[in-house]
């Protein structure tokens, strides 16, 4: 597959999807208005690469200075995919960095990995930027 | 709701107007206010946790203007949605008031929900917002475009508060309401 890369914007985050190297990012805002038009398109190339991969560690990298409820709904949905991925045998880590400050951040990410039971995930505090 | 959140106009001597608008709502309005607000809450030294809290807060109402708000004028005139939201500081509190039309139909839903969330405490709203969550895995929801029901739980979980509501009918609209909502962060 090719590569996915989608440049930041004031509403949407960052998009590396790196296939070769199996490292994908999510880095940024999320607060599209329609969430799921944006993310459409990422849960579609996510569903195919996973169906295609072949062994190896995938690792997901999401780090968001701000999500939407729209937005929210929407990465339950990709998490959701990778936990059903990693329950099939797809070996994932999922990592979700937050700013040591951002305690609605860091309970976002509880929130929503804590209930993934076949996925490994850290959350990882980073300084301040 | 206090008649004097739901027809403040100006601010009293003990708050402080940190930001308003009024007028259409669209998405690129939502980005240009919100960076406006973070601007205006920056230059005021608002720490970053209460920041990210009003920002969030703005956002979700904004967002609710446009999912669940009627158009201003005749209704055969597609326009967008139109409506104000204000944003001042009383004490070490952040207040927040959205405005807009909602119609007939949609009101009683609304209200519905505003009021279960009124009466939720802040550890019922967590639970709430995770099962809402976790429902989503498991059931497809009819709007495609908003926040499954989250946005609202979302206010409720950055309040300090119990989140306010009026619903008061618009004689010269047509049958519409209008629907303010009050929410305060600290």
Same mark, same amino acid.
């Given at each position: 597959m090719e590569r996915l890369t989608l440049p930041a914007t004031q509403? +949407?985050?960052?998009?590396?999807?790196?296939y070769a &190297?199996?490292?994908?990012?999510?880095?940024?805002?999320?607060?599209p208005e329609n969430a799921a038009e944006f993310y459409g398109p990422i849960l579609s190339a996510l569903r195919q690469y996973m169906n295609d991969s072949?062994?190896?560690?995938?690792?997901? +990298?999401?780090?968001?200075?701000?999500?939407?409820? &729209?937005?929210?709904?929407s990465l339950q949905q990709l998490l959701t995919l990778l936990d059903s991925a990693a329950r099939d045998g797809a070996s994932i880590d999922v990592r979700w960095l937050v700013e040591v400050d951002d305690d609605?951040?860091?309970?976002?990410?509880v929130d929503l990995l804590s209930d993934k039971g076949s996925l490994s995930y850290e959350i990882v505090n980073t300084p301040l930027s | 709701m206090s008649s004097n959140v739901a027809h403040r106009t100006m601010p009293e001597s003990s708050e402080r107007e940190i930001f308003s608008y009024s007028g259409a709502v669209s998405a690129?309005?939502?980005?240009?206010?919100?960076?406006?607000?973070r601007a205006r809450l920056a230059s005021l030294n608002v720490d970053g946790q209460r920041a990210r809290k009003i920002f969030s807060s703005f956002v979700e109402l904004a967002y609710n203007i446009i999912?669940?708000?009627?158009?201003e004028g005749a209704r055969d005139v597609k326009i967008v949605r139109c409506g104000a939201v204000a944003v001042w500081q009383r004490e070490q509190r952040y207040h927040l008031?959205?405005?807009?039309?909602?119609?007939?139909?949609?009101?009683?839903?609304?209200?519905?929900?505003?009021?279960t969330l009124r009466d939720l405490t802040p550890e019922q709203?967590?639970?709430?917002?995770?099962?809402?969550?976790?429902n989503l895995q498991y059931t497809s929801d009819a709007s495609p475009t908003g926040g499954a029901g989250l946005g609202l739980l979302t206010i409720a979980r950055n309040a300090v508060e119990p989140i306010d509501f009026e619903l008061v009918p618009v004689p010269s609209h047509d049958g519409r309401l209008q629907l303010t909502i009050h929410t305060v962060v600290q």
């Open positions: 509403f +949407t985050p960052l998009v590396d999807f790196d &190297s199996r490292a994908f990012v999510l880095q940024g805002e999320s607060y072949q062994s190896g560690k995938t690792t997901v +990298t999401l780090q968001f200075a701000y999500v939407n409820s &729209s937005s929210t709904r609605a951040m860091a309970e976002l990410g | 690129g309005i939502v980005g240009a206010t919100g960076e406006t607000l999912h669940h708000g009627e158009p008031r959205s405005q807009s039309l909602i119609s007939a139909d949609n009101a009683p839903p609304i209200a519905q929900r505003l009021q709203i967590r639970f709430e917002f995770r099962l809402r969550l976790t």
